[in-house]
């Protein structure tokens, strides 16, 4: 059974937070470098993607983590893995083993995951969605504040960035892509660009896309000044499996957004909240039975199709968000009018 035809059935999970859970392992510069990087010019602590390479057992068990609480969409470990951010740390030429490395630790955990449990013969997944990040670079901002035409970016570099990333992921087996936490959606735009590049020279390894973006505070609006419907217009010439936000707020604040868009989408809707606001020292202290009560509360609205976690959250936020949903039906796609058909 694909995906689509279980979104039919119920609601999906989505993983939490890959940071937070790379944090208790209290890694040091030593552990991520490892052999490999150990004469790296420049510090790489940090570079969490980096770890599909030096610390794959790590990865690899916190993706098990995810699926033992109950997800069924599990995201690789790339946020960062195109050549723009990872220039931070001149590692700019290992783009593409990154993403393909961390499809391939997706890969690994899930096989071992299913390899642990009675697999029922109407069980559907585990997915792995290729996670594309916004980038470390806007296309719509300028960041000199004396030259607000100045771009620090290309359209055609921010295309070519994320092409080699997506060839990467497929590559390595994934099984959708999640162009997530966008707040620039001219960058999101070049993401579907390079996607639907690649799938037009490779038809036959072509994937679902997830969107999802990033309302950044209550103004409603993205970093880039878009409204949620006016993000939503932007990107629906994909055809996305699903839409959503996730990121910058927590599920309290961000449910207002989250009812807007399920009102207005002729997709899926997914959900993943941080847990709830940052406090004075930047941690996330909202526990995971509040996380999940807030989030059963949209799932009883009839708000959401895929739910889970982003910034702060673990998998007991992920086990709670489970239980707390399971019984409850999955939102009807809506049919909408005048809705604009791409080509």
Not at 55 to 69: D, G, P, R
Not at 215 to 230: N, P
Not at 248 to 275: D, F, H, T, W
Request: proline content about 4%.
């Amino acid at each position: 059974m694909n995906i689509r035809q279980e979104l039919e059935k119920r609601i999906l999970i989505i993983d939490g937070a890959m940071g937070t859970m790379i944090q208790r392992y209290k890694l040091t510069e030593a552990d991520y470098r490892g052999s490999r990087f150990k004469d790296w010019p420049t510090d790489v602590k940090g570079n969490n993607d980096l770890l599909c390479l030096t610390q794959s057992q790590i990865i690899k068990e916190i993706h098990k983590q995810y699926l033992e609480a109950g997800a069924d969409i599990i995201e690789t470990n790339t946020f960062n893995s195109q050549k723009i951010s990872l220039a931070d740390y001149h590692m700019e030429a290992l783009a593409y083993e990154i993403n393909l490395a961390a499809a391939k630790c997706a890969r690994e955990a899930v096989n071992e995951f299913l390899a642990s449990i009675i697999r029922s013969p109407y069980m559907s997944g585990p997915w792995i969605a290729g996670a594309i990040g916004p980038m470390n670079k806007t296309l719509s901002l300028s960041p000199d504040v004396n030259n607000p035409g100045y771009r620090a970016l290309t359209f055609d570099e921010a295309v070519d960035a994320y092409y080699e990333q997506v060839k990467g992921l497929v590559d390595g087996g994934v099984d959708l892509l999640l162009i997530e936490t966008i707040f620039d959606t001219l960058n999101a735009k070049a993401a579907i660009f390079a996607i639907k590049k690649y799938f037009h020279k490779n038809p036959s390894l072509k994937k679902e896309i997830m969107i999802s973006g990033t309302i950044t505070d209550a103004s409603g609006r993205t970093l880039s000044g878009q409204t949620l419907e006016a993000f939503y217009t932007s990107v629906m010439h994909a055809r996305p499996l699903s839409i959503g936000l996730n990121c910058a707020l927590g599920a309290k604040e961000m449910r207002s957004y989250i009812e807007e868009l399920s009102q207005i989408a002729n997709c899926y809707v997914s959900a993943y909240p941080n847990a709830g606001l940052p406090n004075a020292m930047g941690e996330y202290d909202e526990k995971p039975e509040d996380t999940a009560h807030f989030i059963e509360e949209w799932a009883q609205e009839g708000f959401v199709n895929i739910v889970g976690g982003c910034c702060g959250t673990t998998p007991e936020h992920i086990r709670h968000i489970a239980e707390h949903v399971r019984h409850i039906k999955t939102r009807p796609l809506p049919v909408i009018e005048n809705e604009l058909i791409s080509l």
